[in-house]
């Protein structure tokens, strides 16, 4: 195996690994201000949740772009062709 | 292990190869088509129990669209509300054993962004104007033009990307899963599945709904002031 592929394999969970980690981190943040609010208004809790979900999609987004960075490189990396 | 990235053919009507993602998808059309054809035939005043159903998931439609805009719902009804209600049943098809969701492969999923991209092109043009539209690209100042143009691309592109890869990711880990355990184990993985396909239908309708509005509104004010245009990372 030549090094192309090794640091293609390497790189590909390191870009999985590191962009789990902010995501992970500012996931955590949105729910639990999200929990703050419902436990401060309940009345509100549906349209609080609904916003909630639509910002963690958006903030999930940037985990999946790493995924797909590193599918690519695993998949269908121009280097190794 | 087959790249998620590509799609086999099945078999080759001409020169066109037919993929399983192309039948899932044609099926979905048909059955969408077919169905609010059939189910919208007889409508009356004093509704069915089949009719008050339908007017249900048109009024949450319309309500989404007012709540998360404030434009009246009547011209983007139909826009978003099939682009709801297809990325819904193209995520969902996979509880159907042996069919894939289409949205998982790249084809739907960039098909399904071009249709977005043109008619945010359409809806401005019809709601400000072809001056207006242009406007658009000039919304809080001068200055902005060339990262109007090409934000005008790329928050289409990264919807497509955003929705191929939250659908792809999922269909992706059940097929890990399922080869390394047994036959019950991806249960809860699916039905997170279904979840990110639900969530996943509604943030791209509402992003196309935002991104239509936010063009609208932007070539409609005579002074371009600076608002509601970025809601997009």
Same mark, same amino acid.
């Given at each position: 195996m030549d090094y192309l592929s090794l640091a293609s394999i390497i790189?590909?969970?390191?870009?999985?690994?590191?962009?789990?980690?902010?995501?992970?981190?500012?996931?955590?943040?949105?729910?639990?201000?999200?929990?703050?609010?419902?436990?401060?208004?309940?009345?509100?809790?549906?349209?609080?949740?609904?916003?909630?979900?639509?910002?963690?999609?958006?903030?999930?987004?940037?985990?999946?772009?790493?995924?797909?960075?590193?599918?690519?490189?695993?998949?269908?990396n121009?280097?190794l062709? | 292990?087959?790249?998620?990235?590509?799609?086999?053919?099945?078999?080759?009507?001409?020169?066109?190869?037919?993929?399983?993602?192309?039948?899932?998808?044609?099926?979905?059309?048909?059955?969408?088509?077919?169905?609010?054809?059939?189910?919208?035939?007889?409508?009356?005043?004093?509704?069915?129990?089949?009719?008050?159903?339908?007017?249900? $998931?048109? @009024?949450?439609?319309? @309500?989404?669209?007012?709540?998360?805009?404030?434009?009246?719902?009547?011209?983007?009804?139909?826009?978003?509300?099939?682009?709801?209600?297809?990325?819904?049943?193209?995520?969902?098809?996979?509880?159907?054993?042996? $069919?894939?969701?289409?949205?998982?492969?790249?084809?739907?999923?960039?098909?399904?962004?071009?249709? $977005?991209?043109?008619?945010?092109?359409?809806?401005?043009?019809?709601?400000?104007?072809?001056?207006?539209?242009?406007?658009?690209?000039?919304?809080?100042?001068?200055?902005?033009?060339?990262?109007?143009?090409?934000?005008?691309?790329?928050?289409?592109?990264?919807?497509?990307?955003?929705?191929?890869?939250?659908?792809?990711?999922?269909?992706?880990?059940?097929?890990?899963?399922?080869?390394?355990?047994?036959?019950?184990?991806?249960?809860?993985?699916?039905?997170?599945?279904?979840?990110?396909?639900?969530?996943?239908?509604?943030?791209?309708?509402?992003?196309?709904?935002?991104?239509?509005?936010?063009?609208?509104?932007?070539?409609?004010?005579?002074?371009? @002031?600076?608002?509601?245009?970025?809601?997009?990372?």
């Open positions: 790189c590909a969970a390191l870009s999985v690994s590191f962009g789990a980690l902010g995501p992970a981190l500012a996931e955590g943040r949105a729910v639990a201000a999200a929990m703050d609010a419902i436990a401060r208004q309940p009345e509100a809790a549906n349209t609080i949740s609904r916003t909630l979900f639509v910002g963690l999609a958006m903030i999930e987004t940037t985990a999946i772009y790493c995924l797909v960075i590193s599918l690519l490189l695993l998949f269908a121009p280097l062709a | 292990m087959n790249s998620p990235l590509e799609s086999a053919a099945l078999f080759h009507v001409g020169p066109i190869p037919i993929t399983q993602a192309l039948i899932t998808t044609w099926a979905i059309m048909l059955l969408l088509v077919l169905g609010s054809a059939l189910l919208t035939r007889r409508l009356t005043t004093v509704p069915s129990k089949r009719q008050a159903a339908l007017e249900l $998931v048109v @009024t949450t439609i319309d @309500t989404q669209i007012r709540e998360t805009t404030g434009a009246e719902p009547a011209p983007y009804r139909a826009f978003i509300g099939t682009l709801f209600l297809f990325i819904l049943a193209a995520n969902w098809v996979s509880l159907l054993p042996g $069919v894939e969701p289409p949205t998982a492969k790249l084809e739907t999923d960039a098909a399904l962004a071009i249709v $977005v991209f043109f008619s945010i092109i359409y809806f401005g043009i019809r709601g400000a104007g072809l001056k207006g539209y242009i406007r658009s690209f000039a919304a809080p100042n001068l200055i902005m033009i060339p990262l109007n143009i090409i934000e005008s691309i790329t928050r289409v592109f990264s919807m497509f990307v955003r929705l191929f890869g939250n659908v792809m990711s999922g269909v992706f880990v059940i097929g890990i899963v399922a080869s390394l355990a047994g036959l019950l184990v991806p249960i809860p993985l699916m039905a997170l599945d279904l979840l990110t396909g639900l969530v996943q239908a509604y943030i791209f309708s509402v992003l196309a709904m935002v991104f239509i509005a936010a063009t609208v509104e932007d070539g409609q004010s005579p002074s371009p @002031t600076s608002n509601s245009q970025n809601k997009e990372p």
